[in-house]
Each structure stands twice: as C-alpha cells, then as structure tokens.
C-alpha cells in the first residue's frame, strides 16, 4: 500500500470537510466534559491523533521514523478499496455522504471489501443503484448464474470493548509524570471508561495516592496499590490475575538520555494493571439483522456478515440455528471476522475467521459449484496474488 491511497481517500471526502471535522475535536474535546465518546469520532480523526502521538513517541525515542498505527492501516487499506472499486459506485454523492458519517463510513467499507474479495476470485460483481428501488446491494455472476447478495456489518458492537483499550492507553500515558506511583504496582478497575475522566483521575492519583493505597473516583473508577504483591512480580504473573484485562510497564528516562536509543538510564517507574470487561463474545439482535436481510433480498441472495473477531464462533452457531428456523430468501450467510491488531514494536498484526453457513434453501437452490465458491477463502484475498502460495489465516 501506499501514501496515495490515503490521499485518494481524503480528496473523495473532502479535505476541508475532514479538516472541520479535526477542529471540532480541537475546540469541543470530550476531555473537556462534553460527553462525547471518542470512540465515536470519525475514523480519520483517530488517524490525526494516532500520527501525532508516534511522531512524538518516535521523537522523544530519538528515531528516525515512526511506526504507524491501525487507523493508518485503515484509511489506507479503504482508499485503496475506493479506488478498486470506484468505476463501480453508482451514486458517488451517496458515497461521500456515507464515509462521512463515523459509522457508515464502515459499513461502505466493508460493501467494497465484499466486491473486491468476489472479484478477485474471478466472479463478476455490481453494485445495485441505490436509487432504483432495488434493496440489496450487490449483484454477483457466476457462471452466467446472477445471485443477488447483501452486506452487514456488525463490527461497531465492540464500542465498548475498544473505548476502554483507548481509556487505558492514553491513562497510563498520563500517568508519566506522577510521583505517586513510584515503585508501584497499581491496579485501575472499571466496567465502562470515559476519556473525560481521565483529568480528574491522574489529579486524584496524584494527590491521594500517596497517603491511601486505595482511592475511588467519581463514584465508578478503583484505583489500589497491589502491596501485598512486590514490585519485581514478573509481568505474566500480573497478566495472569483474575480479570486482569491489560498490564502496562511505565519506564523513565533521564532528560539527557531522552534522544538515545536503548538508554542506560532507562528504569521501570510503576507497572498499571487495568481490570475490564472482556471484549463481547456474543452479539446481539442477530435474528434481527438476518430479517432485515432477508426482506431486501427479495429475489433470493446471500448475505455478507462482518463480525468483531472475538464474537466469530458465537456467530456461526447463531446463524446456523437462525437459518434452520426461516428466512427463505436468505440461501447462505458468509461470516467473516477480519481482526486489526496494533502492538509496538511490531505494528499491524492482520488475522481473519471466515465460513458459509448454507440454509436449508441454499441447499435446494445453489450448485456445487457456487457453494464451493463462497465457502473459498475470501478474506485478503485482493491483497494476494491468485498463484501465491502464501499462506493467511
């Protein structure tokens, strides 16, 4: 991939669009008590944040470049999507308007992934005009059979799970600077976190936590020190406490070691455990969109289901059971879980899950040859050469 994808997707926005969408942040932050999630913003506002937080990391590390993070891959990865697929967009203000909106923006995404991953596979594929009255999204041809399918997406239903990675992450960033947890191992316990809170708790740890070792703040965030644990417990054993859901090593460096790489005087001021909820293993209201596909596929077609890569099995014994039950014109549900990992100092780490999960009328109605089509390895499949024997899972 490259730089120009990223581009390509900024122009098809709308730079000033995008650039507004960056001062709002700037002069209504949810750091500042609105009460906005962050995790609501738009894709691309993350990217903002994400690309000056590894400048700066990469800066006080004294590195020559920067790894960048998920939301880089993202954008890229859709711009180079857009661009596959935009001589195939019927209504492109229709487009526009959809990667504007912070959740639509991954439900388009996840449409012109589908068109790519058949395409490449040799199949040919269209996009049903959004004003045409027809109410599927796609058309696929194979073996001049025409099978009509329907994307949905389901990958927003980890909000929670995600807003808490984010919550920890830009914590213990914070955290730096605070006395209080020298030489200590503190343990932050919540169920559901907000990055408004986080000025509020870093004050209250850094005056409190001196003369208590446990303190709770604003009536929903636990914060102890572990002192019965010494300060050289190895971090597996702190990953291995009961609901310990993330471990993080706070290290410090001397002002004049900042701009050297593997510092001597580079030691392990605090370690933070977070105790989270778990990311969602089950998702909700499937029956319901598995309904709402069935009534646009009036003709008969496929559904393509994009699910949090945590809730995949759950999802293939849920629509098997749901498939068993109704939904005559639904003939298959191809489930893909399709997993963005970021962990310096590796970088992007992609995984997928994927299976077809025929219905009793699929059985009847598709051949051979178009079941064994869409149980195929779809996922990545654009990325890789059709004679590649690499290997992706």
Same mark, same amino acid.
């Given at each position: 991939?490259?730089?120009?994808?990223?581009?390509?997707?900024?122009?098809?926005?709308?730079?000033?669009?995008?650039?507004?969408?960056?001062?709002?942040?700037?002069?209504?932050?949810?750091?500042?008590?609105?009460?906005?999630?962050?995790?609501?913003?738009?894709?691309?506002?993350?990217?903002?944040?994400?690309?000056?937080?590894?400048?700066?990391?990469?800066?006080?590390?004294?590195?020559?470049?920067?790894?960048?993070?998920?939301?880089?891959?993202?954008?890229?990865?859709?711009?180079?999507?857009?661009?596959?697929?935009?001589?195939?967009?019927?209504?492109?203000?229709?487009?526009?308007?959809?990667?504007?909106?912070?959740?639509?923006?991954?439900?388009?995404?996840? =449409?012109?992934?589908?068109?790519?991953?058949?395409?490449?596979?040799?199949?040919?594929?269209?996009?049903?005009?959004?004003?045409?009255?027809?109410?599927?999204?796609?058309?696929?041809?194979?073996?001049?059979?025409?099978?009509?399918?329907?994307?949905?997406?389901?990958?927003?239903?980890?909000?929670?799970?995600?807003?808490?990675?984010?919550?920890?992450?830009?914590?213990?960033?914070?955290?730096?600077?605070? =006395?209080?947890?020298?030489?200590?191992?503190?343990?932050?316990?919540?169920?559901?976190?907000?990055?408004?809170?986080?000025?509020?708790?870093?004050?209250?740890?850094?005056?409190?936590?001196?003369?208590?070792?446990?303190?709770?703040?604003?009536?929903?965030?636990?914060?102890?020190?572990?002192?019965?644990?010494?300060?050289?417990?190895?971090?597996?054993?702190?990953?291995?406490?009961?609901?310990?859901?993330?471990?993080?090593?706070?290290? =410090?460096?001397?002002?004049?070691?900042?701009?050297?790489?593997?510092?001597?005087?580079?030691?392990?001021?605090?370690?933070?455990?977070?105790?989270?909820?778990?990311?969602?293993? =089950?998702?909700?209201?499937?029956?319901?969109?598995?309904?709402?596909?069935?009534?646009?596929?009036?003709?008969?077609?496929?559904?393509?289901?994009?699910?949090?890569?945590?809730?995949?099995?759950?999802?293939?014994?849920?629509?098997?059971?749901?498939?068993?039950?109704?939904?005559?014109?639904?003939?298959?549900?191809?489930?893909?879980?399709?997993?963005?990992?970021?962990?310096?100092?590796?970088?992007?780490?992609?995984?997928?899950?994927?299976?077809?999960?025929?219905?009793?009328?699929?059985?009847?109605?598709?051949?051979?040859?178009?079941?064994?089509?869409?149980?195929?390895?779809?996922?990545?499949?654009?990325?890789?050469?059709?004679?590649?024997?690499?290997?992706?899972?």
């Amino acid at each position: 991939m490259e730089d120009s994808s990223i581009e390509y997707l900024e122009q098809f926005i709308g730079k000033k669009w995008l650039e507004s969408e960056f001062k709002k942040v700037n002069t209504k932050s949810p750091t500042k008590g609105t009460g906005v999630p962050f995790v609501s913003y738009h894709p691309w506002v993350h990217y903002m944040y994400e690309i000056e937080y590894s400048m700066r990391r990469a800066q006080i590390k004294g590195q020559d470049s920067a790894i960048l993070g998920p939301y880089y891959f993202l954008l890229d990865y859709a711009g180079m999507l857009l661009k596959d697929n935009i001589n195939y967009i019927i209504d492109k203000l229709d487009a526009q308007k959809r990667l504007r909106n912070s959740n639509q923006f991954y439900d388009l995404i996840w =449409e012109l992934e589908t068109r790519s991953m058949m395409t490449k596979l040799g199949a040919e594929v269209l996009f049903v005009d959004p004003n045409s009255g027809r109410t599927n999204d796609g058309l696929v041809t194979l073996d001049k059979h025409t099978i009509d399918f329907e994307c949905k997406n389901k990958i927003l239903e980890n909000d929670m799970y995600k807003t808490n990675g984010v919550f920890a992450h830009v914590l213990v960033e914070r955290l730096g600077d605070v =006395e209080s947890i020298q030489n200590k191992i503190i343990q932050v316990e919540c169920l559901s976190a907000r990055l408004e809170d986080i000025k509020e708790i870093v004050h209250t740890i850094r005056t409190k936590l001196d003369v208590s070792d446990y303190v709770s703040i604003l009536g929903k965030y636990r914060v102890r020190v572990l002192t019965k644990l010494p300060f050289s417990t190895p971090v597996q054993n702190l990953i291995n406490r009961d609901a310990v859901y993330q471990v993080f090593i706070i290290k =410090e460096v001397k002002k004049e070691d900042f701009y050297k790489t593997n510092s001597p005087s580079e030691a392990v001021k605090a370690k933070v455990l977070f105790k989270m909820p778990e990311p969602l293993y =089950e998702l909700r209201n499937l029956d319901t969109v598995l309904k709402k596909a069935n009534s646009q596929l009036l003709n008969g077609g496929v559904v393509f289901l994009q699910v949090p890569y945590t809730t995949f099995e759950n999802a293939r014994v849920t629509v098997g059971k749901l498939l068993e039950q109704s939904f005559s014109h639904i003939l298959g549900v191809k489930i893909a879980a399709i997993d963005i990992n970021f962990a310096l100092p590796k970088g992007v780490a992609l995984r997928s899950l994927e299976e077809f999960v025929l219905s009793p009328t699929g059985t009847k109605t598709l051949s051979q040859q178009e079941i064994a089509f869409f149980t195929s390895k779809m996922a990545f499949s654009h990325l890789i050469p059709l004679n590649s024997n690499s290997e992706y899972k």
